[in-house]
């Protein structure tokens, strides 16, 4: 069974780069699949990010669009992601997960990012 | 963007009791729905694929309907593991959007 782990600092300041890395284990990243970030606020709903592909190929959510940068490092068996001019509208658990068939059959635990001042 | 409208937000349901959870799609999806668990500080889980397949390992309880732009997720005999917050998600269109939630409580 696939098992994802995010990864990255839980404390950013306004304006500055969320950057956390998803690392997969249990399969490889270059199987045919998506793989995807979803994020969650405090005591609200699901949100997707974005996704890639072991290719390179990318979907952004056009809400998000601007801001949203997803890499994959198929040496390491991790995918990336980095959302930039973060505010505080932007803290939430964020998520990373496996896509296959169109739905996120296994999903990571989450890791909780707050920006504050 | 496709908007999923769950209904109701909140039900409080007694053990062995039915359940039943609606999502509605703002355009038609076929059967591209899918239904996920999420409990309490944990992440969600598949339970549904496509309206109606169960995901691997989910109890028999546990089913989906529909098509279209109506689906359905049915608990039968609802245990109290039970309690958590169910989720639609549509995969028929880019960007993926999820409904708002349903929370279900154990009374």
């Known amino acids: 069974q696939v098992q994802l782990q995010e990864s990255g600092p839980g404390l950013l300041k306004p304006s500055g780069t969320l950057s956390l890395t998803c690392a997969v284990s249990g399969g490889s990243i270059s199987s045919s699949n998506w793989w995807s970030w979803v994020r969650q606020p405090p005591g609200k709903g699901l949100e997707w990010i974005g996704e890639?592909?072991?290719?390179?190929?990318?979907n952004y959510n056009p809400s998000l669009k601007s801001r949203v940068t997803i890499s994959v490092d198929k040496s390491k068996n991790q995918f990336s992601l980095k959302l930039s001019s973060v505010t505080a509208a932007d803290t939430a658990v964020y998520y990373c997960?496996?896509?296959?068939?169109?739905?996120?059959?296994?999903w990571g635990q989450g890791t909780l990012v707050t920006v504050s001042s | 963007e496709i908007v999923l409208t769950q209904s109701p937000d909140f039900q409080s349901v007694t053990p062995k009791e039915k359940v039943t959870i609606t999502c509605r799609a703002s355009q038609s999806i076929g059967s591209s729905l899918h239904w996920y668990q999420q409990k309490p500080d944990q992440s969600p889980k598949l339970l549904i694929k496509?309206?109606?397949q169960s995901f691997s390992g989910v109890p028999s309880r546990f089913s989906g309907s529909g098509s279209g732009t109506d689906f359905t997720l049915t608990i039968n005999s609802l245990e109290a593991e039970d309690a958590a917050t169910y989720y639609c998600h549509q995969s028929s269109s880019l960007p993926r959007t999820f409904g708002q939630g349903t929370k279900v409580e154990i009374k």
């Open positions: 997960a496996l896509v296959a068939g169109g739905h996120f059959d296994y």
């Open positions: 890639i592909y072991h290719t390179g190929n990318t």
């Open positions: 496509y309206a109606s």
